[in-house]
C-alpha cells in the first residue's frame, strides 16, 4: 500500500518570503510520479508540479519547485516570492507509473500568505 | 476544452434520501476517477473507470453507492439512503488516453446531509 505524509496542517508566509512545504511517502513500487496539487477555498483543485521518479532533477514551474529526495522518499515544495494567491490548500499526491492506480493524497497543508 | 464539469455544484438532502451526482470529463479522456474529501483531509478514491468499464472500486464505495458510466462518456454517481457520515466534497477527475497519471479536477459536489 502506498502512503502520503504531510506532517504540517498549517504553515504561514510573508508576501515575497519563501516557503517549504514537505511530504513523505512510502511505495514499494519503483517508478511513480509525485505530484503537488493546490485547492484555494471554494474552487477546484489544479495541478501545481509534477515529478517523475526516475528523474533525478528536481521539477521546477516558474515561482514552485521541489526538493526530491528518492533515497529518503522525501518530496518538498518550496514557494519563492509568496503572493497572497498562493494562500491555499496544498496536497502532495501519488501515482504509479502505469496509472492504472488512483492518486494516493496527503492531508494538505494549509498556506496562509501574509501581507 | 472546457475541463472537468460536475453538478450540481451543491446539494443539501435529508437523511435517508437518494442523490446523483454528475460528472463531465473533458473530452476524449478515455479515464475517469470518483474522488471523495471530507473536511481537512486530502481526497480519497472512491472507483474509476476506463471507457464504460468500472476497473476498481474502494472499500470506502459502500453497497449504497453505484457509479456507472454509460458509453464511456459522462458518468454519474448515486448515493442511496444517504446518512450524515455521507457529507463530503465529491471530486471527478479524468486523464487522458496514455497518461493515467495526469489527472484533471472538476469544482467538485459539495454534499451536505442533514
Known amino acids: 500500500a502506498q502512503t502520503v505524509t504531510q506532517s504540517q496542517p498549517e504553515m504561514s508566509v510573508q508576501e515575497a518570503e519563501t516557503v517549504t512545504l514537505s511530504c513523505t511517502y512510502d511505495?514499494?513500487?519503483?517508478?511513480?510520479?509525485l505530484f503537488w496539487y493546490k485547492q484555494p477555498p471554494s474552487r477546484q483543485m489544479i495541478l501545481v508540479i509534477r515529478?517523475?521518479?526516475?528523474?533525478?532533477q528536481n521539477a521546477t514551474e516558474n515561482r514552485f519547485s521541489v526538493n526530491f529526495q528518492k533515497a529518503a522518499k522525501s518530496f518538498s515544495l518550496k514557494i519563492s516570492d509568496s503572493q497572497l494567491g498562493d494562500a491555499a490548500m496544498y496536497f502532495c499526491?501519488?501515482?504509479?507509473?502505469?496509472?492504472?492506480?488512483?492518486?494516493?493524497f496527503g492531508k494538505g497543508t494549509r498556506l496562509s500568505v501574509i501581507a | 476544452d472546457t475541463g472537468v464539469s460536475q453538478n450540481p455544484r451543491h446539494k443539501i438532502t435529508k437523511r435517508g434520501q437518494n442523490v446523483t451526482f454528475r460528472c463531465d470529463p473533458i473530452?476524449?479522456?478515455?479515464?475517469l476517477y470518483w474522488y471523495r474529501q471530507t473536511l481537512g483531509q486530502g481526497p480519497e478514491f472512491l472507483t474509476y473507470?476506463?471507457?464504460?468499464?468500472?476497473?476498481?472500486k474502494s472499500r470506502l464505495l459502500s453497497d449504497r453507492f453505484s457509479a456507472e458510466r454509460p458509453k464511456g462518456s459522462f458518468s454519474t454517481l448515486e448515493i442511496q439512503r444517504t446518512e450524515q457520515g455521507d457529507s463530503a466534497m465529491y471530486l471527478c477527475?479524468?486523464?487522458?488516453?496514455?497518461?493515467?497519471?495526469?489527472?484533471?479536477f472538476g469544482p467538485g459536489t459539495r454534499l451536505t446531509v442533514t
Open positions: 499526491a501519488l501515482v504509479h507509473d502505469s496509472g492504472n492506480t488512483p492518486l494516493v
Open positions: 473530452s476524449e479522456h478515455n479515464r
Open positions: 515529478q517523475e521518479a526516475y528523474k533525478q
Open positions: 473507470f476506463q471507457n464504460e468499464a468500472q476497473l476498481e
Open positions: 477527475a479524468s486523464s487522458p488516453r496514455g497518461n493515467g497519471y495526469e489527472q484533471y
Open positions: 511505495t514499494s513500487e519503483s517508478d511513480y510520479y
